[in-house]
Nanobody, 122 residues
């Protein structure tokens, strides 16, 4: 079992930045692929970024160049640095973990946090 707890969300103006954190506990963090997803009201949960256990990063096209995912295995934490925020980035951001899946489909990820709200005003 893996427990994930997100933090760092908030309300910001367009153009601002936030750093989201996801603290993991329960298993060997370094063995897990970690991802960030988001869900806006009325929309499906969508892939944002992922970092595999080996360190490879992947991003949704909509966030490339603005979002950066990273991990600190010593702290059992994955981060999402969000820059140049836009109102369209408003959503609940979720952290996910999986031992083996290397993909963007949310229903394949095993473990989820409760989410942290990001609200961007114009």
């Amino acid at each position: 079992q893996v427990t994930l707890v997100e933090s760092g969300g908030g309300s910001v103006q367009a153009g601002g930045s936030l750093r989201l954190s996801c603290a993991a506990s329960g298993r060997t963090f370094s063995n897990y692929n970690m991802g960030w997803f988001r869900q806006a009201p009325g929309l499906e949960r969508e892939f944002v970024a992922a970092i595999w256990s080996g360190g490879t990063t992947v991003y949704a096209d909509s966030v490339k160049g603005r979002f950066t995912i990273s991990r600190d295995n010593a702290k059992n934490t994955v981060y999402l640095q969000i820059n140049s925020l836009k109102p369209d980035d408003t959503a609940v951001y979720y952290c996910a973990a999986d031992r083996s899946y290397l993909g963007r489909y949310s229903n394949h990820w095993d473990y989820w946090g409760q989410g942290t709200q990001v609200t961007v005003s114009s």
